[in-house]
């Protein structure tokens, strides 16, 4: 069964960093495209970043290239998100999300769908 597991969510204040972590099972993690997206209240969940592991292909909203960086660790079925300069419209809570090459998550523009796998989420609050 494919679970996504993340963590590293928190309060930090404008300008600072955090690292988010997905830990993934359940899956063949090179077959695998798996990123990030979010969701602040009132607005739709958008695409932040993500890998396809099978090429190395990468994605980055156009919100946070420059700060955010996505990188993985395939021994230990795990993604990053490195998040840097945060400012306050980052604010969201940030889900792991993952999939096959029928989810959505392989070409752009990244749209999920019933095939692609969620985590629960971490919140992720920038302060003034």
């Known amino acids: 069964e494919v679970q996504l597991v993340e963590s590293g969510g928190g309060l930090v204040q404008a300008g600072g960093s955090l690292r988010l972590s997905c830990a993934a099972s359940?899956?063949?993690?090179?077959?695998?495209?798996i990123g990030w997206f979010r969701q602040a209240p009132g607005k739709e969940r958008e695409g932040v970043s993500r890998?396809?592991?099978?090429?190395?292909?990468?994605y980055y909203a156009d919100s946070v290239k420059g700060r955010f960086t996505i990188s993985s660790d395939n021994a230990k079925n795990t993604v990053y998100l490195q998040m840097n300069s945060l400012k306050p419209e980052d604010t969201a809570v940030y889900y792991c999300v993952a999939g096959s090459r029928n989810s959505g998550l392989y070409y752009f523009p990244l749209r999920p769908n019933s095939n692609a796998y969620w985590g629960q989420g971490t919140q992720v609050t920038v302060s003034s």
């Open positions: 890998m396809r592991r099978t090429d190395g292909s990468t």
């Open positions: 359940g899956f063949t993690f090179d077959n695998y495209a």
